[in-house]
Structures are given as structure tokens and as C-alpha cells.
């Protein structure tokens, strides 16, 4: 079945920098869109970055743009997420999905996996 296995959080102070990482397995993800968003108590998921695994092709919220940069294996169905500039608002559990590229990719209900996601909490 489908898994996505996500990596690399923890606790960092403000300015600094982690990566994140988000394995898929289970199937052919040609064509495939893997995205971060993350979610503090209380709030519902939000959207960070996600990356078309065949093209490339990127997308961001405005809160992150010049900070994060989302990138890919293709070959190993992996994307990263390198945060530089890390903000105390940036604190939250990190969540990877994926879905079939395509509009909507904002959107986490389109999503059709996620995986357990990975705690990144910064101190300021």
C-alpha cells in the first residue's frame, strides 16, 4: 500500500534551519504531486509547499516564499523541504501528502495520503 515516511524535524532556534523529508512507496508516483502542509493545535492543515515529482513544477504560500525551497528525487519518490530563516511562527507538526498532479494542489482535501508527520518547533 501506499506509505509516505517524512523525516528530519526538531527543534531549532529562530533564524536557523532544518530539512525536512518525505519518502513515497507502494506505487508508481509519475505524475504525482507531494506536498508539505503543516498544523498547530486547534487550527486545521495548512498549505506549505508542494512539488510536481515528474516536472518539477513548485508552489508556496506567501508566508515561506524566499525561506523554503521544496525539491526532488524523482527516482526515489522523495521530496525535501529546506526551511532557512526559521521563525517562531514556523512552529507547527509538518505533514507530507500526495495526490495526482492536477489544480487544487493548495488544498489538502484533495490530498489522497498523508503521512504521520514530523514535529518542528522553534524557539525564539
Known amino acids: 500500500q501506499v506509505q509516505l515516511v517524512e523525516s528530519g524535524g526538531g527543534l531549532v532556534q529562530a533564524g536557523g534551519s532544518l530539512r525536512l523529508s518525505c519518502a513515497a512507496s507502494g506505487r508508481s508516483f509519475s505524475d504525482y504531486v507531494l506536498g508539505w502542509f503543516r498544523q498547530v493545535p486547534g487550527e486545521e492543515r495548512k498549505f506549505v509547499a508542494a512539488?510536481?515529482?515528474?516536472?518539477?513544477?513548485?508552489w508556496y504560500t506567501d508566508s515561506v516564499k524566499g525561506r523554503f525551497t521544496i525539491s526532488r528525487d524523482a527516482a526515489k519518490y522523495t521530496a525535501y523541504l529546506q526551511m532557512n530563516s526559521l521563525q517562531f511562527e514556523d512552529t507547527a507538526v509538518y505533514y507530507c501528502?500526495?495526490?495526482?498532479?492536477?489544480?487544487?494542489?493548495?488544498?489538502?482535501?484533495?490530498?489522497?495520503?498523508w503521512g504521520q508527520g514530523t514535529q518542528v518547533t522553534v524557539s525564539s
Open positions: 501528502g500526495t495526490r495526482v498532479a492536477g489544480t487544487g494542489v493548495t488544498y489538502s482535501d484533495t490530498y489522497h495520503y
Open positions: 512539488i510536481n515529482l515528474s516536472s518539477g513544477s513548485t
